[in-house]
């Protein structure tokens, strides 16, 4: 059985709710690098990561998800990877894109 209007209409939200909330922690740090008014506070994007998942485990698999993504050819779909962990406020990705993402 399907899933009735409210309930894809609910799930739609908080997706829309959830990538809202990515892209505000993204551009804090894309802001941080491009010199830019940042918007909203450290302890908001720490806040904003935790109600996210989004912790140094999560960012470890995003970056070896890129790893794979590289061994498969796929040279953009890594650098997405990377630079997701990157404006995510880790420098764990860093030698990899410096590598691998001009």
Request: glycine share 6%; aromatic share 8%; charged share 35%.
């Amino acid at each position: 059985m399907g899933k009735s209007a409210r309930e894809v209409k609910e799930a739609i939200e908080a997706y829309k709710a959830t990538t809202d909330l990515t892209n505000a922690v993204l551009n804090y740090y894309r802001n941080i690098e491009l010199g830019k008014p940042l918007g909203i506070t450290f302890a908001r994007v720490t806040e904003l990561k935790a109600t996210l998942g989004i912790d140094d485990a999560y960012l470890q698999r995003r970056l070896d998800d890129g790893k794979k993504k590289l061994k498969q050819k796929d040279n953009q779909g890594a650098c997405e990877d990377f630079k997701f962990v990157k404006y995510m406020g880790s420098k764990i990705a860093d030698e990899l894109l410096a590598k691998y993402c001009k």
